[in-house]
T-cell receptor, first 114, second 119 residues
Framework: EPEVTQTPSHQVTQMGQEVILRCVPI?????FYWYRQILGQKVEFLVS????????KSEIFDDQFSVERPDGSNFTLKIRSTKLEDSAMYFC????????????FGQGTRLTVV | AQKITQTQPGMFVQEKEAVTLDCTYD???????LFWYKQPSSGEMIFLIY??????QNATEGRYSLNFQKARKSANLVISASQLGDSAMYFC????????????????FGAGTQVVVTP
């Protein structure tokens, strides 16, 4: 069964450092999303991406965050200068269309900022 | 305002019993989708089941079924014949699907219900 792959599974970084989280979507999927889940809290939408541009972003997705699809396959989330409060599980999700009856998530990247 | 409400923070259920997880939602859209996800302790989000607002029949996927009551805006998940491997956090999510809504296309999640299946 096709799946969304995220790397790394766990990243520890020092406050102020840049991190890049990577996602390989299912091959025929066109819509990409990043979500965040702070430990013990609900899953929150960060950003959606289609046709090489951001479709929508939440208020969490400030200037420290950026997304791109540099090589047509990987979909990345960059945090330029990490803060302690960025520690969370980050999920990539992809879909064939915006209104698919399924929305597949990757296994997540657990980011720990120290 | 909360779009998705899951009122049960935690539940215990005996193996082989059925369990119902509550989910109510709030939207003014006529077209929307409801999703349930399972999150085991390892952290991944596993898609379980989808119900569209225009679907006349309740969705079923194996041991999972969705009790969709549109007038009451509820989308409860029923897990039949619980297994020890069903122990996990369960999240209800909604996607608003009318393009006039700012939030269309993205999933909005509830706070989750922790299910523990006991032998």
């Amino acid at each position: 069964e096709p799946e969304v792959t995220q790397t790394p599974s766990h990243q520890v970084t020092q406050m102020g450092q840049e991190v890049i989280l990577r996602c390989v979507p299912i091959s025929n999927h066109l819509y990409f999303y990043w979500y965040r889940q702070i430990l013990g809290q609900k899953v929150e939408f960060l950003v959606s991406f289609y046709n090489n541009e951001i479709s929508e972003k939440s208020e969490i997705f400030d200037d420290q965050f950026s997304v791109e699809r540099p090589d047509g396959s990987n979909f990345t989330l960059k945090i330029r200068s990490t803060k302690l409060e960025d520690s969370a599980m980050y999920f990539c999700a992809t879909g064939r269309g915006r209104m698919n009856t399924e929305a597949f998530f990757g296994q997540g990247t657990r980011l720990t900022v120290v | 305002a909360q779009k998705i409400t899951q009122t049960q923070p935690g539940m215990f259920v005996q193996e082989k019993e059925a369990v119902t997880l509550d989910c109510t939602y709030d939207t003014s859209d006529q077209s929307y989708g409801l999703f349930w996800y399972k999150q085991p302790s390892s952290g991944e989000m596993i898609f379980l089941i989808y119900q569209g607002s225009y679907d006349e029949q309740n969705a079923t996927e194996g041991r999972y079924s969705l009790n969709f009551q549109k007038a009451r805006k509820s989308a409860n998940l029923v897990i039949s014949a619980s297994q020890l491997g069903d122990s996990a956090m369960y999240f209800c999510a909604m996607r608003e699907e009318e393009e006039t809504t700012d939030s269309w296309g993205k999933l909005q999640f509830g706070a989750g219900t922790q299910v523990v299946v006991t032998p």
